[in-house]
């Protein structure tokens, strides 16, 4: 038994739960957990992995409990995929951006007609006040139509003021979370939300038609949408599915996953997207406030546990971006947006690269496209990325060869792993190499760099962002002091011992833009 592969997050002890007669007959077959019977004297390869894949005996994947139902990996996911696939191949990463982790946040429409219990004021005033433009954070806001075609009055008159001030705002993005908010989709039991005189329920004026509701009647000219978060049980059918892919619409929510100390299980970290007859439904990072309260019953400060699976998604390996996902309803209670705000605020201290949920949606999808060569054992091509720009290497320690390698930013060394930024514009081919690079490379920007150069001394690169610039430059000269230009103003940096120089400045606005930096 080897238990680093075997007993992962639940020890085997005298669980055996299954026996069959099954030999690798691969002489250079990996076995990881060798049974005896005691009676017959028969053998079970229960684990084991070769150059043509591997087979784990049922039961032996994953425990779960017979009284709570909960889960744990027996199997050591990561290890044994790395056997099972002929070694560790590039993997394309959806949780990292020119080596910082990626974050992004989305707003569920629920409870914008909701009173705030602090000041007596409508949920969405809250939203705007105190968080929307106050934060200089990408948001993507959503909105139910049957919200404001049950409001009636003045009322209505204010709750669309408010959404269209909301879609004003610089860091917003535009989005439909229905027309009547499905609780099920699929059409054996399908529940809507609000009963709309009138209504009959399909794809196309359930999607399609709050899309263009919102896009005439509360979109900015400038800023129309064609994305839609799921809703209800987030399970949408087949032919709501094909609605978004034949009318060019973006599709996100789903998958709820969780890793805290009430699920302290990867199993419970949920996969990109889920397959439907040949599409792709895209899920979510992780769970919003609503399964962290329990479905809306409390606790109402149940959302600020989301930082737990922030971090265990960070470390001993990332796997997941950050996603500050939650509904307008939150912020009904005070300790509800105090948990919003400290989530806000612990990211803050961390960092990241944000991104519009837009442009998450569109890195999952080049996960799916990107193709992956090994040209030989130290140089790989990847081709049809599209969004997606990293790709990671599990315990690699050899450096990139930036000279030979095409369409490659830089790279960084980080827990046992090698990120490697592409610059997307081209096929690249990622070459490894013993040696450290000489000349400047960029290890960690929050942002897309583009118009990378250097002279051997020197950089100057555009970085679009917002809120914030953020970089390292590695192989510059060890403990030397550089004149940094960031918008025409000019800030003295001295680079450390190591020769990486590291860059922070806070932006005014809260709209993306571009900013030349120069390093000289």
Known sequence: NDPEMTEFERPLGTEITSFREITAKDPNAKVFLELKRRDTKELCDAVFAHNKGGMVLSGYEVYQNPVNYQTRWRLNPFKFFTYA???????????????????????????????????????????????????????????????????????????????????????????????????????????????????????????????????????????????????????????????????????????????????????????????VDGLLQFFTANSNENIYTRLWKGPFYGYRFVVETFKRTESPIRIRPMDVYYHFYLVEKEIGFESLVDTYNWILKTEF??????????????????????????????????????????????????????????????????????DNEERAEIVLTNTPPSAPYVAKANGMVSEWRTDGNGASFTLNTIGRVQFSVAAMKKNHGYRVTANKTAYRVKSDDKGILDFYIELPSRAYQDVEITIR
């Open 353 to 422: 690269t944000p991104v519009t949920t837009n442009h998450y949606i569109h890195v999952m999808q080049g996960f799916v496209s990107t193709e992956i060569e090994k040209l030989s054992d130290n140089r790989w091509a990847i081709a049809d990325n599209g969004k997606l720009n990293t790709v990671r290497l599990d315990g690699e320690k050899r450096y990139v060869d930036l000279n030979q390698s095409k369409g490659v930013l830089g790279f960084l060394h980080y827990q046992s792993s090698l990120y490697v930024h592409l």
């Open 85 to 275: 696939f002929g070694g560790d191949f590039p993997k394309p990463d959806v949780s990292t951006v020119n080596g910082m982790r990626l974050m992004y946040s989305h707003i569920d429409g629920d409870g914008i007609r909701n009173l705030s219990e602090m000041d007596s004021v409508p949920c969405p005033d809250v939203m705007y006040d105190k968080i929307l433009s106050q934060y200089k954070l990408p948001v993507a806001v959503s909105v139910v139509i049957g919200d404001i075609l049950k409001t009636v009055g003045m009322s209505r008159k204010r709750l669309i003021a408010v959404i269209k001030k909301i879609f004003e705002l610089p860091n917003v993005q535009v989005a439909s979370h229905g027309w009547t908010h499905p609780f099920v989709w699929k059409k054996k039991g399908r529940k809507l939300a609000f009963n709309i005189k009138g209504f009959v329920y399909s794809p196309e004026a359930e999607i399609g038609g709050s899309i263009d509701y919102i896009n005439e009647h509360l979109a900015p000219k400038d800023k129309k949408t064609r994305t839609f978060f799921w809703t209800g049980d987030c399970r949408p059918d087949y032919e709501a599915l094909k609605y978004t892919y034949d009318n060019g619409i973006l599709n996100l929510n789903g998958g709820d996953t969780r890793f805290d100390s009430e699920y302290p299980s990867y199993t419970y970290v949920a996969p990109l997207f889920r397959h």
